[in-house]
C-alpha cells in the first residue's frame, strides 16, 4: 500500500535553507533604476546589512552591494552573482553550514530552476528553524545513547555508580531521591529515564564504554561539549551563533553528534547480527 510511506517515515526534522533564509519577496533590495549616488550605502547602514540585492526592471536579481568587511559600511562594491554565489533553495540546512564553514562564506543566493528566489547569511542561522534542527539532533543521540548504556548496563551498576557519585555530588543524589520517590508512586520504572546528556558521556566514562566505540580518554571528554550546545538551542531566547560560538564551532559540534551516532549505530547493528 502506497500509505504505509508514511507509517515507515521516522520523523526527522528536515529544514532547508529556504525555510530559514529571506524570500525575495519580503527582502530588503534596491532598484537598479533607483541607484543614485551612495543612496544604496544608507540602506544598508540604516538595516545594517552586508548584503543588499539589485533588483532589476523585470524583477530578476543579478547583481548585488556586498561590504568589505561585516558591519562596515564605507567600502561597498557591486558584485555580479556567480555560481558560488548561489545554493538551490531546496538544499538541506546541514549543507549550508557546511558551506558556511569550507568555503568560508557569509551568505548565499538562494535559487528556484535557476531564478534566484531568496538570501540566506550567517545571521539567519540565529532561529527557531536551526535549533529545531539540532536538537532533534541532540535528541536521537539521547535516545540512543541510553540504549547503549542499558545494553551494557544492569541498573543495580548504574545505582551505584550514583550512589558513589552522590557523596561528592549533591545533584546525583537528588536524581536517585527523585527517583525513589516515583518508583515509590508507581511512576517510574527506569532509573535512566531521570539522567541527563551529560549523566550518560560520564556514566561511559566511569565504564570505559567509551572504548567499544573507539574513542580514547581524552576524545571522549572532548565530546563532552555537545552539551554545551544542547544548553543553547534547550533555551530558545538564546543566540545560537555570538562571539563566543561561531558558525565553525557549531559545524564541529555537528560533526561530533554526527559521529557519535554513527558509532552508535554501527555497533547496534554488529550486536543484531
Known amino acids: 500500500m502506497i500509505e504505509e510511506i508514511y507509517y515507515l517515515d521516522e520523523g526527522y526534522i528536515k529544514v532547508t535553507a529556504a525555510s530559514v533564509g529571506i524570500s525575495s519577496r519580503r527582502w530588503t533590495c534596491i532598484n537598479a533604476a533607483k541607484i543614485q549616488e551612495d543612496n544604496y550605502k544608507s540602506l544598508m547602514n540604516d538595516n545594517r546589512f552586508d548584503i543588499l540585492p539589485i533588483v532589476e526592471e523585470d524583477g530578476t536579481t543579478n547583481e548585488f552591494y556586498k561590504t568589505d568587511s561585516p558591519n562596515n559600511y564605507v567600502n561597498i562594491k557591486k558584485q555580479t552573482i556567480t555560481y558560488k554565489d548561489v545554493l538551490p533553495l531546496d538544499t538541506s540546512i546541514h549543507e549550508v553550514i557546511k558551506g558556511f564553514v569550507v568555503d568560508n562564506r557569509t551568505f548565499y543566493f538562494l535559487t528556484y530552476q535557476s531564478r534566484i528566489t531568496g538570501l540566506i547569511t550567517l545571521g539567519n ?43 561528592v555530588n549533591e545533584k546525583w543524589k537528588e536524581t536517585l531521591d527523585y ?88 555497533l547496534r547493528e554488529k550486536i543484531k547480527h
Open 125 to 167: 542561522l540565529n532561529c527557531r528553524q536551526v535549533q529545531m534542527y539540532i536538537f532533534g539532533l541532540i535528541c536521537e543521540l539521547e535516545r540512543i545513547l541510553c540504549d547503549f548504556i542499558e545494553n551494557d548496563l544492569t541498573e543495580g551498576q548504574i545505582k551505584e555508580f550514583m550512589i558513589e557519585k552522590s557523596e
Open 179 to 266: 527517583y525513589q520517590m516515583l518508583v515509590q508512586t508507581d511512576l517510574e520504572n527506569k532509573l535512566t529515564a531521570q539522567l541527563y546528556l551529560i549523566d550518560f558521556f560520564s556514566i561511559i566514562d566511569h565504564f570505559n564504554l567509551n572504548e567499544k566505540l573507539g574513542y580514547s580518554k581524552k576524545k571522549w571528554q572532548d565530546l563532552t561539549s555537545i552539551n554545551d550546545l544542547r544548553h543553547l538551542v534547550a533555551h530558545p531566547t538564546r543566540s545560537l551563533l555570538n562571539k563566543d560560538n561561531d558558525v565553525s564551532r557549531l559545524w564541529r559540534r555537528i560533526g561530533k553528534i554526527e559521529d557519535l551516532t554513527f558509532r552508535l549505530k554501527q
